[in-house]
């Protein structure tokens, strides 16, 4: 799964940076949802791997807005979570999480096309 996601890396970096709410690095929920429309999962499965994605950090009650964005390694993740979830793997429990990534990318870079 890392070697994939380092072989595609260009295109996913152009990705989490061109959906990102300023274009440099904000990934917010609102540019997960832009990114993985409600077609593709529904808005509370995205908003839990949204949260899940997101890194534990110190002093949670003085940075607690850190979590509204993600950083390129948690957007990463997300894409790793929100994959079992997209209708071509729903159902699919057998496939492993490498080919469920694969079909969640193929839909992105489609998008980009």
């Not at 072989?7 to 690095?25: F, K, P, Q, T």
């Not at 993985?36 to 529904?42: C, E, H, N």
């Not at 390694?73 to 793997?89: D, G, H, K, M, T």
Request: aromatic share 14%; with cysteine; proline share 4%.
């Amino acid at each position: 799964m890392n070697n994939y996601l380092q072989d595609n890396e260009y295109d996913l970096s152009r990705i989490y940076n061109a959906y990102s709410d300023n274009g440099r690095g904000d990934f917010t929920l609102t540019s997960a949802a832009k990114l993985f429309p409600a077609d593709l999962v529904d808005a509370q499965t995205l908003k839990a791997c949204f949260i899940y994605s997101a890194m534990t950090i110190q002093n949670e009650s003085t940075k607690s807005k850190k979590y509204k964005w993600l950083l390129y390694v948690e957007f990463l993740e997300l894409i790793c979570r929100v994959s079992p979830f997209i209708p071509q793997n729903a159902g699919m429990s057998h496939i492993p999480i490498f080919a469920k990534v694969k079909t969640l990318l193929k839909h992105i870079f489609d998008l980009r096309k």
